[in-house]
């Protein structure tokens, strides 16, 4: 990985390398040099300010991107790497610059230590004379502050309007000196003090010729202080070195990604010279784009994908976050579309009436059209559109998710467990990663909970929609996700076979043979019979019982107790041989395995409703939710 991102990172071009550079936030000061009339340099009395923040507009855009450049020039690696060790208050790295953050007691910032280091990066006499001024003045807390009172954002005045108090320094927020020399100066100490510090520790640091190595600090906590890390039994020390040169393309590449300029996840193309320019061209354009306004990973993707489909493949794919590494792997080949053995486009049928059928020509669409519908918007959130806007996607695949903004404890245990199944499948095309069970899963349990969840009012089911979506999820999509699609269960032709076979049975043509056939009747059933309820509560969690029962005659006598409980009602002479067959029919699988048939049963038109009731009524009907 290492290597691969330091040839990344060197590829880059200049340009699209300063893209994105911004200030820290917090108050920027910088001192400028004067000569006096006796010719000597020094601190001129006036200097210039501003304060910085994200969400703020810059009132001295020039200035600050001035300190942008020099702060880049003149911080340190990391907290461990300080000038200031142990402390870690001051987080500049360099004789030019001093910064700490506005809440830091003075008294506590090792001044002598820090400069003293500091100037050890001088290499000519005029760069250590400027240094030397640029102490002078804020070698002690009594010098900083004589600086800071005359700045009213740091503490304003207690008779200060609005405006000012708005803009006071708030705790946590640097206050950084700049010394006003060129960006070239400041470079010349910053690439000594890169150079001991880009390892892990120089404990290792070996010489090949002229160029240096040692163990990589790019996200590695390799310490030789804490014994439990290092290897106990192996016969070497470090597992592998890096080049100098790779160090500081690392540094660089850590630094560019921390910016948000790249999509996300990164593609990282290596191999090919001509996808790879394509990718820096669009990676480009992108990034000097308003970030509201930037393609997604998979419009840059769509848009790779249509000039080299052929060729598109062997890259590296990097999930970078809130300056962590989430997920590195190589993509051997990227597969765009989704296709069934003999080239269709996936497609979600309407078995039950949902108004749902999509139909999933590539990957993205799955993701976009599919995930919020399986996850109820956990893991892929359609954010709401603005009026004559097209509605955009917050992707959690690697995000911290609070369970109390799912739609239940379950919906959050499902997206945790299978998310970096679905990531592999879109992004990777690992069209393995998600299995028929896992999908199952998914569906089932999501079902469950809506059925729990439902409330009738209105008479309307406040959860009918999204369970008849699920259900179609689930028949219409099942068989694809197996291996070289050889398991010979096609849940559309179960549902094409059930349907007529029901009709045949409700009228005493047939009986039931198949598990199958007593799944899907036993739904009918339990349906038709609970429509005979006079009570407001209709809801589905009354089917739920029925779908937690584990033991075939259990269920049969609790479809028993139910029909006792309504047998005052009128019933059609479509429901005496179903009824009979499902209470007396011995099935061989598990009623778990059975529920997806049940539910269908359940959710399909229902044909007990017949036209010669057996006592009264001969008007009934289907209700509206099952026709």
């Known amino acids: 990985m290492l290597k691969e991102l330091s040839i990344f990172t060197q590829s880059l071009d200049a340009d699209l390398k300063e893209i994105g550079i911004e200030p820290r936030e917090g108050l920027h000061i910088v001192l400028p040099l004067e ?75 090792q001044l002598e230590v820090y400069f003293n280091k500091a100037g050890k990066f001088l290499q000519d006499e005029k760069s250590s004379q400027q240094a030397q001024r640029f102490r002078q003045t804020l070698n002690s807390w009594e010098k900083i502050q004589q600086l800071l009172i005359q700045i009213p954002e740091v503490i304003p005045p207690e008779d200060a309007d609005k405006e000012l108090k708005t803009r006071a320094l708030k705790e946590g927020e640097y206050i950084i000196f700049y010394l006003d020399i060129p960006l070239e100066v400041y470079q010349k100490p910053n690439a000594t003090y890169l150079q001991d510090r880009l390892f892990n520790t120089n404990e290792y640091n070996t010489s090949v010729g002229e160029e240096i190595f040692g163990t990589s600090a790019f996200f590695n906590g390799f310490s030789s202080k804490k014994p439990f890390l290092l290897h106990q039994t192996a016969p070497f020390t470090v597992a592998g070195r890096i080049s100098a040169g790779d160090a500081l393309q690392l540094h660089e590449f850590g630094e560019l990604v921390s910016r948000n300029i790249f999509p996300r996840p990164l593609p990282i193309f290596i191999y090919n010279d001509e996808i790879q320019k394509h990718s820096f061209r669009l990676f480009k354009e992108e990034a000097l784009k308003d970030p509201t306004q930037r393609k997604t990973h998979s419009q840059i993707i769509t ?51 949902a108004g749902y ?118 028949f219409s999509l099942h068989f694809h996700f197996q291996p070289y699609q050889i398991n010979p269960v096609f849940m559309p032709n179960q549902l094409t076979e059930l349907r007529p076979f029901m009709a045949q049975l409700a009228s005493g ?39 937690q029962q584990t033991d075939s005659k259990q269920f049969q006598q609790a479809v028993v107790k139910l029909f006792d409980r309504y047998k005052h009602e009128t019933y059609s002479a479509s429901f005496r041989e179903p009824m009979a067959n499902v209470i007396s029919y011995a099935p061989k699988q598990s009623l778990k395995s059975l529920m997806p048939l049940m539910l269908a049963g359940f959710f399909s038109k229902n044909f007990l409703f017949g036209e010669k009731p057996t006592i009264g009524d001969e008007t009934q009907q289907l209700p509206a939710t099952n026709e």
């Open 357 to 474: 059928a999509p139909v999933f020509y590539d990957v993205f669409k799955f993701q976009n059209s599919l995930l919020p519908v399986i996850f109820n918007n956990a893991l892929v959130v359609r954010t709401k559109a603005k009026k004559g806007e097209e509605g955009a996607f917050q992707l959690r695949f690697f995000d911290e998710i609070d369970p109390q903004y799912c739609k239940t404890d379950n919906t959050h245990l499902l997206v945790m467990k299978y998310r970096q199944a679905f990531y592999d499948f879109i992004y990777k095309s690992k069209r393995q990663a998600v299995t028929q069970a896992m999908f199952q899963d998914i569906l089932l349990t999501g079902i469950l909970d809506d059925l729990r969840l439902d409330r009738y009012e209105n008479r309307q089911h406040s959860e009918d929609a999204t369970i008849r979506r699920k259900l179609n999820v689930l």
């Open 35 to 109: 000569e006096s009339p006796e010719g000597d340099i020094r601190i001129a009395d006036h200097f210039e300010y501003d304060l910085y923040r994200k969400k703020r507009p810059k009132s001295n855009e020039e200035l600050l991107k001035k300190c942008a450049a020099w702060a880049r020039a003149a911080w340190m690696v990391d907290t461990n790497k300080c000038l200031d060790l142990p402390g870690k208050k001051i987080h500049s790295a360099s004789p030019f610059c001093l910064a700490y953050k506005f809440g830091s007691l003075l008294t506590d910032l």
């Open 509 to 547: 043509e047939t009986t039931i043979d198949t598990d199958e056939q007593f799944a899907f009747a036993a739904g009918q059933v339990i349906y038709y019979i609970q429509a005979k309820s006079k009570s407001e509560d209709r809801s589905y969690a009354r089917l739920e019982p029925f779908l």
């Open 303 to 353: 848009e790779l994908y249509k000039d080299h489909k052929d060729e598109l493949g062997n890259y590296y794919l990097l999930y970078y976050q809130q300056g962590q590494i989430k997920d590195f792997d190589f993509v051997s080949r990227f597969e765009y579309h989704l296709h069934d053995l003999q080239g269709n486009a996936w497609t979600v049928t309407d078995w039950f009436g």
